[in-house]
Nanobody, 124 residues
Framework: QVQLVESGGGLVQAGGSLRLSCAAS????????MGWFRQAPEKGREFVAA????????HYADSVKGRFTISRDNAKNTLYLQMNSLNLEDTAVYYC?????????????????WGQGTQVTVSL
């Protein structure tokens, strides 16, 4: 089992920045592929960014490429998402996810463990 706890969400003006964190416990963090997903009201959960075990590989959704950066600190068992140049379309609940037994993936179904989510609201 893996426990994931997100933090860092909040209200920010358009053009601003936020950094999300996800603290993991329960398994060796370095053995987990990690991802960020988000879900806006009345929309399905969508992929945002993912990072492989040791951070060698990263993937981003086209909508956040160049604005968001995913990173991990395996010594601290923590995943991060730096979000810059936020816009109204970034408003959503952001979820941290972990995949311990599959190939590196950007698909939500591939991830076995999920956090409770943290709300990000971007205003004008």
């Amino acid at each position: 089992q893996v426990q994931l706890v997100e933090s860092g969400g909040g209200l920010v003006q358009a053009g601003g920045s936020l950094r999300l964190s996800c603290a993991a416990s329960g398994r060796t963090f370095g053995n987990l592929h990690m991802g960020w997903f988000r879900q806006a009201p009345e929309k399905g959960r969508e992929f945002v960014a993912a990072i492989s075990w040791f951070g060698i590989s990263t993937h981003y959704a086209d909508s956040v490429k160049g604005r968001f950066t995913i990173s991990r600190d395996n010594a601290k068992n923590t995943l991060y998402l730096q979000m810059n140049s936020l816009n109204l379309e970034d408003t959503a609940v952001y979820y941290c996810a972990a995949d311990g037994d599959g190939p590196f993936s950007t698909t939500a179904l591939a991830y076995d463990y999920w956090g409770q989510g943290t709300q990000v609201t971007v205003s004008l």
